[in-house]
């Protein structure tokens, strides 16, 4: 493997056995390959090539990301590069699902005192259920009944070889870097309830425990087999979470019950119609004072036609539907429409510098110009005391 540490242990996480391993050490080698050495070529097909070529049958350069588009479809390296592209993000998943199915021996768990609460009427919002989003076999809500963790074994795993190990040992990069930085930019704000929306096995959810120690820990999310391995995953990690499963757009608890709510890297897979309604249900949880906090992908950078052409692919071939949309929705207009004033509306970005600390990638320098647009964003509010 190319990063310097291996995800870390836990009671439910399955790793599978050494054969397992060495095709989820190939899988994990040939994403690398993919996105450190074949993605930056592309720039330099585009520069030499595949522009020019434009500029001929079109008689001017390509200008938009959709004109980059068009010219780059035209060429076989680019098209080369997509199918490897696919192929190492199918490969991902498909190394990871074996040692999942054939079913580790559940482990037992000391008590952390967490809890789980499912919901088996819930029916899941359609933007999640009709995709597999970025292609994860089954997408989130796959369930197979009572005692069924499979979704969240194989996300668990299958995400932190997705991610080249960037989010660290624990998977909880993001979480670590949205409570920190809270902690630093609120230095006043304790919040004695924390509700982390969107949760999944609850990577980020954890995080907060080492920042806010005495908070109560919330998480909600629409799949149950994410949530069942969530849940013991926290147990067994000692980490007291109240799991729940639910609609975040519909969340079921009563009106102002936490402190801070939360969520990391979940708006960008929703709706443009859901966004709005979950911001609008995170203001009506929030206590008098409370803060919502959502870190996610960056903006596009408009201003160049090629990164933002390069960033759109995770839609085109990646199975996002609404990153694109996204990327360009203005977040603190939608927060104003959920309630929040706009003075108590902040937008930052936490910098490529800053996510990529533990990379142990030599191509980071290389790929400098891309890596200054890949921080996170990140939207803050609070609810006027
Ligand atoms: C990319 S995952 C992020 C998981 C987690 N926040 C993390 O940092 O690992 C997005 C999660 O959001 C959940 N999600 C999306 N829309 C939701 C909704 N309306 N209600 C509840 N969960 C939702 C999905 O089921 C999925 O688990």
Redesign the pocket.
């Given at each position: 493997m190319k990063n310097i540490v291996d995800q870390a242990d836990h009671a439910a996480l399955v790793k599978g056995s050494h054969d397992d391993r060495a095709a989820q050490d190939f899988a994990f080698t040939l994403r690398n390959h993919v996105t450190g050495e074949l993605m930056p070529a592309n720039r330099t097909v585009f520069d030499r090539r595949a522009a020019t070529a434009y500029a001929r049958q079109a008689g001017k350069a390509p200008a938009t990301p959709a004109e980059v588009r068009r010219a780059m479809s035209a060429d076989s390296w680019y098209k080369f590069y997509l199918s490897a592209r696919r192929t190492s993000q199918e490969l991902i998943w498909s190394s990871v699902i074996p040692a999942v199915e054939r079913g580790a021996a559940a482990a037992r768990v000391k008590a952390a005192g967490g809890s789980l609460n499912l919901d088996p009427d819930l029916v899941p919002?359609r933007y999640?259920s009709a995709i597999d989003i970025h292609c994860m076999p089954g997408g989130?809500?796959a369930d197979r009944g009572p005692g069924d963790e499979a979704a969240g074994a194989v996300y668990d795993r299958g995400?932190y070889l997705y991610m080249s190990g960037l989010m660290g040992p624990m998977?909880d990069g993001?979480?670590q870097l949205a409570a920190r930085w809270l902690k630093a930019r609120l230095p006043d704000f304790a919040p004695a309830s924390i509700l982390?929306?969107?949760?999944?096995?609850g990577?980020?959810t954890l995080a907060y425990h080492g920042v806010y120690p005495d908070a109560a820990l919330h998480g909600?999310?629409?799949?149950a087999a994410?949530l069942r391995y969530g849940h013991r995953r926290a147990e067994s990690l000692g980490v007291s979470v109240h799991f729940a499963q639910?609609?975040?757009?519909q969340a079921p608890y009563p009106d102002a019950s936490f402190d801070l709510v939360t969520?990391?890297?979940?708006l960008h897979?929703?709706s443009t119609r859901?966004l709005p309604a979950?911001l609008k249900d995170n203001f009506r949880l929030l206590k008098p004072g409370g803060v919502m906090l959502h870190i996610d992908q960056p903006r596009f950078d408009d201003s160049d036609p090629y990164a933002t052409f390069l960033q759109e692919n995770e839609t085109w071939y990646n199975n996002e539907p609404f990153w694109r949309q996204y990327r360009r929705i203005d977040l603190a207009e939608v927060a104003q429409i959920a309630g929040f004033a706009a003075a108590d509306i902040q937008l930052d970005v936490l910098t490529a510098a800053v996510v990529q600390q533990s990379q142990n990638n030599q191509r980071v320098s290389a790929m400098s110009e891309t890596a200054k647009k890949r921080g996170f964003s990140i939207l803050l509010a609070r609810k006027p005391a």
């Amino acid at each position: 493997m190319k990063n310097i540490v291996d995800q870390a242990d836990h009671a439910a996480l399955v790793k599978g056995s050494h054969d397992d391993r060495a095709a989820q050490d190939f899988a994990f080698t040939l994403r690398n390959h993919v996105t450190g050495e074949l993605m930056p070529a592309n720039r330099t097909v585009f520069d030499r090539r595949a522009a020019t070529a434009y500029a001929r049958q079109a008689g001017k350069a390509p200008a938009t990301p959709a004109e980059v588009r068009r010219a780059m479809s035209a060429d076989s390296w680019y098209k080369f590069y997509l199918s490897a592209r696919r192929t190492s993000q199918e490969l991902i998943w498909s190394s990871v699902i074996p040692a999942v199915e054939r079913g580790a021996a559940a482990a037992r768990v000391k008590a952390a005192g967490g809890s789980l609460n499912l919901d088996p009427d819930l029916v899941p919002p359609r933007y999640i259920s009709a995709i597999d989003i970025h292609c994860m076999p089954g997408g989130y809500c796959a369930d197979r009944g009572p005692g069924d963790e499979a979704a969240g074994a194989v996300y668990d795993r299958g995400v932190y070889l997705y991610m080249s190990g960037l989010m660290g040992p624990m998977n909880d990069g993001v979480g670590q870097l949205a409570a920190r930085w809270l902690k630093a930019r609120l230095p006043d704000f304790a919040p004695a309830s924390i509700l982390d929306v969107g949760c999944g096995v609850g990577h980020a959810t954890l995080a907060y425990h080492g920042v806010y120690p005495d908070a109560a820990l919330h998480g909600l999310d629409c799949g149950a087999a994410l949530l069942r391995y969530g849940h013991r995953r926290a147990e067994s990690l000692g980490v007291s979470v109240h799991f729940a499963q639910g609609d975040a757009e519909q969340a079921p608890y009563p009106d102002a019950s936490f402190d801070l709510v939360t969520s990391h890297i979940v708006l960008h897979e929703t709706s443009t119609r859901a966004l709005p309604a979950i911001l609008k249900d995170n203001f009506r949880l929030l206590k008098p004072g409370g803060v919502m906090l959502h870190i996610d992908q960056p903006r596009f950078d408009d201003s160049d036609p090629y990164a933002t052409f390069l960033q759109e692919n995770e839609t085109w071939y990646n199975n996002e539907p609404f990153w694109r949309q996204y990327r360009r929705i203005d977040l603190a207009e939608v927060a104003q429409i959920a309630g929040f004033a706009a003075a108590d509306i902040q937008l930052d970005v936490l910098t490529a510098a800053v996510v990529q600390q533990s990379q142990n990638n030599q191509r980071v320098s290389a790929m400098s110009e891309t890596a200054k647009k890949r921080g996170f964003s990140i939207l803050l509010a609070r609810k006027p005391a």
